[in-house]
């Protein structure tokens, strides 16, 4: 994952995932410890070698839900039918985006 300020790039393993409203669903990434952000940045992730992908690619921007001092990265979204979707909801838990 990176952001747009500094461009960092690295890895983050999936932790959970919850559904917080009806449709919309929340999805917790280990955050590494070396990776800082401020409130209203958002990510740019990329699924590594998703299973099945669309015209539109492997990679989606999500605003970052959770705070700057908070051990996890949350991210959420309405879940549409697309492959980047399916795939983020059905990855198995600890893969890394
Ligand atoms: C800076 C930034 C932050 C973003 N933050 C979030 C976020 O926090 N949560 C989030 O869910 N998305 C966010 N998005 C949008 C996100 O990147 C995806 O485009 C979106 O989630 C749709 O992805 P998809 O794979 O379901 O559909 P896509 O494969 O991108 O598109 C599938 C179809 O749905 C249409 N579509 C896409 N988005 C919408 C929409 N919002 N309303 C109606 N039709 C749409 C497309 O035109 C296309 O026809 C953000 C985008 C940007 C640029």
């Keep these: 994952m990176s952001t747009t300020t500094a461009s960092p790039v690295t ?8 559904e917080v409203a009806e ?7 280990e ?27 492997n990679v989606r ?3 970052i839900a959770s705070a700057p001092h908070e051990d996890t990265l949350m991210v959420a979204t309405r879940m549409r039918d697309t492959a980047f979707k399916r795939v ?5 838990l600890s893969s890394a985006v």
Excluded at 23 to 29: K, Y
């Design 11 to 18: 890895m983050a393993k999936l932790l959970s995932r919850h």
């Design 23 to 29: 449709g919309t669903t929340a999805f917790l990434f």
């Design 31 to 57: 955050k590494p410890s070396n990776w800082t952000f401020k409130s209203g940045q958002y990510v740019d992730m990329t699924l590594l070698d998703p299973s099945e992908m669309d015209a539109e690619g």
């Design 61 to 63: 921007s999500f605003s």
């Design 88 to 92: 983020l909801n059905t990855m198995p």
